[in-house]
């Protein structure tokens, strides 16, 4: 069973910057590729970024590319989402994911974290 917990949410005015964190609790961390979704209130869940298992690899969707970086501790078991030049429209409950192959589809996904909420003020 792998479990995941996000932190680092919080506040920020446009233009602020943020790190999310995920935590997972499992052996074999470094077999999972790793990825960020969001949903904003009224909106369906959207992919945000993705790393694969060594973190050799990463892809971002349009809307954050140039702005947020995604990237993963295997010796901590986490992963990262450093966003920078923070904007309204990146409000939403954050969550981090584990599969055992890279996807952009959030159905295959098996393990959730519980979400951690970004707020950003104009």
């Known amino acids: 069973q792998v479990q995941l917990v996000e932190s680092g949410g919080g506040l920020v005015q446009a233009g602020g910057s943020l790190r999310l964190s995920c935590a997972a609790s499992?052996?074999?961390?470094?077999?999972?590729?790793m990825a960020w979704f969001r949903q904003a209130p009224g909106k369906e869940r959207e992919f945000v970024a993705v790393?694969?298992?060594?973190?050799?690899?990463?892809d971002y969707a349009d809307s954050v590319k140039g702005r947020f970086t995604v990237s993963r501790d295997n010796a901590k078991n986490t992963v990262f989402l450093q966003m920078n030049s923070l904007k309204p429209e990146d409000t939403a409950v954050y969550y981090c994911?584990?599969?055992?192959?890279?996807?952009?589809?959030?159905?295959?996904?098996?393990?959730w974290g519980q979400g951690t909420q970004v707020t950003v003020s104009s």
């Open positions: 994911a584990a599969a055992d192959s890279v996807s952009y589809r959030d159905y295959e996904y098996d393990h």
């Open positions: 790393i694969n298992w060594w973190g050799s690899s990463t």
């Open positions: 499992v052996r074999t961390f470094s077999r999972y590729a």
